[in-house]
């Protein structure tokens, strides 16, 4: 087997065939060049597909096709074991691609190829995996009754589902949706986001090709005009959306102004990393806090963006963390070497990069915070880090979505706390401690759907749920929770005499 270098990814890039058309029924749709755009490759700067703008025309054909597979019972009316066969068909499919599927989401996205093969693919394999075999192992509830009723609640399929995900995990946030929702026996409409669209074409024609019947999973590609219009579709019962607050807050404006669609949300991030005194591994905490936000090039809503260090150790523990970074300077996505890609796109970049100008007249830039690479084309960033005195400066506030750290000092667990609970978003946290009780009673202090302890973004299980507390959404992906945001409880009672 040739060895998979550089060289060989590279080759295999050249010889890609990228498909932009959306997916609607079974078919792809044609493209109106007059709407089209470009899907350029964050990578080099490639174009790697002319892409269709969905119409409102094609968004009512997508969504006309899922509500007739729903309602011919093709998909929701089958046995529980049948649906669960098709979806592990389905896995078998997208891991037997994997290759393909890593090479494409790395082209796409900016990722490095090293993670789409070792987390993007395989962890939306085993995400369907996991939902395929909770099909026939969960069921409704026998209620005591009256001794002349039999009461039953049953979980039903909502209906329509709209998944509308983002640009930083596309292949995983999409299996996210996906998984639960059809496992429920919905029909979905899914529209990924216009920054990487095309994994989410390649693996609903993988549905497909594993028996999933045309209309159950339909791909509509475009920008927010696009999602707007699942939004505001009286024909979808259901939308889950991945991204930032902002776009929440509209589709759940949009949801009351049309015909009060449930509404599931996982937004936005600025999660704090406390670091004790008495941490049990300081090396280790250094290393987890410089992944937690470079890792993806810090596009992510869980990154550890905001790291509190109890200021009896901050200057130690600075100079181990400037060490780690150094392992995540960017590289070509195509090398399997490489740990920190390519950012999205120029209009982040330049988000990004607007944050760091306000962050050097706010606080003490320790390193990064310039441009790299720029000779290949491609759009890259050095990890960035930021020592800072007022936590209510910019940059330890807003959720940046990029490489860029914030470090404050704190003296006692109760400032910690405090300074972790003072922002917007509850999405996740983490604390350092050697004391078993520090512990326990910071993750119940902590407000946040995910708390770490000695660790930082562990748990791939499926088992476990993911959302967040206060403006980083409702609802939860993962878990057998997630199932209950694509079914109605219905009450059933039968009188015997």
């Known amino acids: 087997m040739e060895h998979k270098n550089l060289d060989y990814w590279k080759r295999a890039a050249l010889a890609f065939q990228f498909e932009g058309r959306s997916l609607i029924d079974g078919e792809l749709a044609p493209i109106d060049e007059v709407r089209a755009f470009v899907d350029r490759s964050p990578v080099d700067g490639r174009t790697l597909a002319v892409v269709g703008e969905c119409s409102e025309l094609e968004v009512n054909a997508a ?92 979980r039903e399929a909502v209906g329509v589902v709209a998944a509308v995900v983002p640009w930083n995990f596309p292949l995983l946030m999409a299996a996210w949706k996906l998984a639960p929702a059809l496992a429920a026996g919905n029909s979905v409409v899914l529209k990924p986001s216009e920054k990487s669209p095309l994994t989410a074409i390649r693996v ?116 181990a963390l400037l060490a780690e970074a150094r392992a995540y300077e960017p590289g070509d996505p195509l090398d399997p070497a490489t740990s920190m890609g390519a950012i999205i796109d120029e209009t982040q970049l330049d988000r990004v990069e607007r944050y760091i100008e306000q962050g050097k007249r706010e606080a003490r830039l320790l390193t990064g915070g310039t441009r790299e690479r720029e000779s290949t084309g491609g759009l890259y960033l050095s990890p960035t880090i930021f020592d800072v005195s007022d936590p209510s400066c910019t940059i330890a506030r807003e959720e940046i979505f990029g490489p860029v750290l914030s470090v404050l000092g704190f ?61 980083s959404g409702n609802g939860r992906d993962k878990s057998l929770h997630a199932l209950e945001k694509y079914t109605e409880l219905k009450s059933v009672l039968v009188r015997l005499r």
């Open 204 to 319: 609903a024609a993988l549905a497909i090709e594993a028996g999933l019947p045309p209309g159950v999973l339909n791909v509509v590609t475009g920008s927010g005009d696009t999602g707007h219009l699942l939004a505001t579709h009286d024909d979808v019962d259901c939308i889950a959306f991945t991204g930032s607050t902002n776009v929440g807050r509209s589709i759940l404006r949009c949801a009351a102004e049309s015909n009060l669609k449930r509404v599931w949300l996982e937004l936005g991030g600025k999660s704090p990393n406390i670091v004790l005194a008495d941490c049990p591994d300081l090396a280790r905490a250094a290393k987890a806090a410089a992944a937690a936000i470079f890792y993806n090039m810090g596009e992510m809503c869980t990154a550890g963006s905001r790291l509190l260090v109890q200021n009896s150790i901050k200057d130690e523990f600075i100079a």
């Open 411 to 471: 003296d006692t667990l109760d400032e910690a706390i405090e300074l972790a609970n003072g922002t917007e978003y509850g999405l996740a946290a983490a604390v350092w401690t050697s004391d078993l009780t520090t512990a326990h009673e910071a993750s119940r202090r902590l407000r946040a759907g995910t708390v770490w302890v000695n660790c930082y973004d562990e748990g791939g299980d499926m088992n476990f749920p993911f959302g967040g507390y206060k403006q």
């Open 63 to 154: 969504v006309s096709a899922a509500r007739r597979s729903f309602s011919a019972g093709v998909w929701s009316g089958l046995n529980p074991r049948a649906r669960k066969a098709v979806l592990l068909r389905w896995a078998a499919l997208i891991r037997a691609n994997l290759d393909e599927l890593a090479l494409l989401e790395t082209l796409d996205s900016g990722k490095p190829i090293r993670d789409t093969l070792s987390v993007d693919v395989p962890g939306a394999a085993y995400c369907i995996e996991w939902f395929a075999e909770a099909i026939d192992k969960v069921g409704g509830e026998i209620v005591p009754a009256d001794n002349h009723l039999v009461g039953m609640v049953l």
